[in-house]
């Protein structure tokens, strides 16, 4: 089915790395498509990567819509047949308090789902979850899949970096579950692990950033290195169309492809990528070592989804675009 057929999908957070790589996706399907930003249009914000892309003239709509004001959303959905929910609050210096950001996200997402339902078009959200939703918890060894939760508690206790985005990622799709569970609004969730490879936004994701730390020299990242499941960009966007279109799909999906350690990772940038100044294992020994359990994302590929990307086109690709956008 051709995407025009399909109706109006939305994507919410447009100008995100996971939300722009997306977009472009869609537009490559033909899908008309509808994404959100922030203070659009009395901002300066450059949005050319987003207007340029290839079909975007003809089926790209940007709207203005925040968080912070959930009805913003309304208009925007009213008439669409598809949902993305990909927005949520970044803030990893905790410029805000961590309640403020979850109250913000909760609230609009509840707010986004309302405007599903009332809408009596969408026929289904998918929203973009994280893995610091599942992995938070007392359990750090074995394997873990849809059904086990990061403890909030246990999230506090670590005090550890980005510990506001994790909490407030689980407590946001608890609360989104909760919803479509008492109004019926068909509602499936991906679960990605560290999200990398190319990027079409301008500024520098978050997750590549720690994910480059052992080129860029930045050791205060590699703490965050010591066990790394992670998922090429495109492959997160595919899961996403995919499960939109499959009929069958229901409750949560765990999208996860390469689990590495980082003395693993250290062997293999250092063989494949000899021009940069890979840390050696033996110098990499008194980094603090937190470890948590694997995921799983057999729920995943039992529906037939494949990956397309492993580890290396992850880190070529990476580091093309690194090179291309001036950040290497």
């Avoid at 994280?130 to 999230?155: C, H, M, P, Q, T």
């Avoid at 590495?260 to 990772?265: A, N, R």
């Avoid at 990528?273 to 729920?299: G, H, N, Q, V």
Wanted: charged share 25%.
């Amino acid at each position: 089915m051709e995407g025009e057929a399909k109706g109006i999908v939305c994507v919410t957070g447009g100008t995100g790395y996971v939300a722009s790589w997306l977009i472009m996706k869609l537009l490559e399907l033909g899908y008309r498509v509808r994404t959100t930003v922030r203070s659009y249009p009395d901002s300066n914000k450059d949005l050319s990567y987003l207007t340029d892309l290839p079909n975007a003239s003809e089926k790209l709509q940007i709207f203005n819509a925040d968080l912070a004001q959930p009805e913003s959303f309304t208009p925007v959905i009213q008439g669409c047949t598809r949902v993305f929910h990909v927005a949520h609050p970044i803030d990893f210096k905790d410029k805000e308090p961590e309640q403020v950001k979850t109250r913000r996200s909760i609230d609009g997402t509840l707010g986004i789902l309302k405007a599903c339902l009332h809408s009596r078009t969408v026929k289904r959200v998918v929203y973009t979850s994280s893995a610091s939703s599942v992995v938070f918890n007392e359990k750090r060894e074995g394997v873990l899949d849809e059904i086990d939760w990061s403890d909030v508690d246990y999230i506090k206790s670590l005090k550890i970096f980005g510990a506001s985005y994790m909490i407030s990622k689980t407590l946001t799709e608890k609360a989104a579950l909760e919803f479509v569970e008492k109004h019926g609004l068909d509602l499936v969730t991906v679960i990605p692990t560290f999200i990398n490879g190319p990027f079409i936004c301008p500024r520098l994701p978050g997750s590549v950033c720690t994910s480059m730390a052992m080129i860029f020299g930045d050791r205060d990242q590699y703490k965050t290195l010591v066990k790394v499941q992670m998922v090429h960009v495109d492959d997160v966007a595919r899961a996403h169309i995919f499960l939109l279109e499959y009929p069958e799909a229901k409750g949560s999906y765990i999208c996860t492809a390469v689990e590495m350690t980082m003395d693993e990772m250290s062997e293999f940038r250092a063989a494949r990528y000899p021009e940069y100044p890979i840390p050696t294992p033996d110098s990499l020994k008194e980094i603090k070592r937190f470890t948590y359990a694997s995921l799983s994302s057999k729920k995943l590929l039992d529906t037939g989804f494949k990956y397309k990307y492993g580890l290396e086109e992850i880190y070529d690709e990476e580091i093309k675009c690194c090179k291309e956008k001036g950040f290497l």
